[in-house]
């Protein structure tokens, strides 16, 4: 049974750099897509972006010039870096194994930005 | 980028409703639309992909429909569990957005 468990510093202060970590435990990466979502408290969910198993990445537009997604198979995990954080980028992250179905969730880390 | 709308943004039901979110894309994803059920404090849960089809594990009352522009998710006999926030998600082009959530609340 696949499980994704995710791990990362939940306080940031403005400018820093958010740095996440999923840990795939019990499968492979192969053949997947593998994707990172936030939601703001309060509000809906936002999709981040995503890696494929061979390394190709997409992000939304809207955080791509300060978001990069990364692999380390070796370890069987992957990573989000969000640069440059203000108060918006506060939210509860989750990553996710998929693309078109997103069938396995880690179990949300809060990221909150304050000084 | 697709904008996805849901509607509406909460209901109130009774046990035994049967309840219909509707959720519309701004331009046509064909049948890569997906929903998802979230509750407080948990990860969000697969309910439904390719518009239609039901996620392994989840219950029949759960059915998903349509193609283009408009579909719809059904929960035929809304049960205890059931009380929750719904969203739809397109996955036809980057970034795969969200619809705004529905909330299901207790009536």
């Known amino acids: 049974q696949v499980q994704l468990q995710q791990w990362g510093a939940g306080l940031l202060k403005p400018s820093e750099t958010l740095s996440l970590t999923c840990g795939v435990f019990g499968g492979s990466f192969s053949p997947y897509y593998w994707t990172w979502i936030r939601q703001p408290p309060g509000k809906g969910l936002e999709w981040i972006g995503e890696?494929?198993?061979?390394?190709?990445?997409n992000y939304n537009p809207s955080l791509k010039s300060r978001v990069t997604i990364s692999l380390d198979t070796s370890n069987n995990q992957f990573s989000l870096n969000v640069r440059s954080v203000t108060a918006a980028d506060t939210a509860v992250y989750y990553c996710?194994?998929?693309?078109?179905?997103?069938?396995?969730w880690g179990q949300g880390t809060l990221a909150t930005v304050s000084s | 980028d697709i904008q996805m709308t849901q509607s509406p943004s909460s209901v109130s039901a009774s046990v035994g409703d049967r309840v219909t979110i509707t959720c519309r894309a701004s331009?046509?994803?064909?049948?890569?639309l997906a929903w998802y059920q979230h509750k407080p404090g948990k990860a969000p849960n697969l309910l439904i992909y390719?518009?239609?089809t039901l996620q392994d594990g989840v219950p029949s009352r759960f059915s998903g429909s349509g193609f283009g522009t408009d579909f719809t998710l059904t929960i035929s006999s809304l049960q205890p569990e059931d009380f929750a926030t719904y969203y739809c998600?397109?996955?036809?082009?980057?970034?795969?957005?969200f619809g705004g959530g529905t909330r299901v609340e207790i009536k």
């Open positions: 998600q397109q996955a036809n082009s980057v970034p795969f957005t």
């Open positions: 390719a518009a239609s």
């Open positions: 890696i494929h198993y061979g390394g190709s990445t």
């Open positions: 996710a194994r998929g693309q078109v179905k997103l069938t396995h």
């Open positions: 331009q046509s994803v064909g049948s890569w």
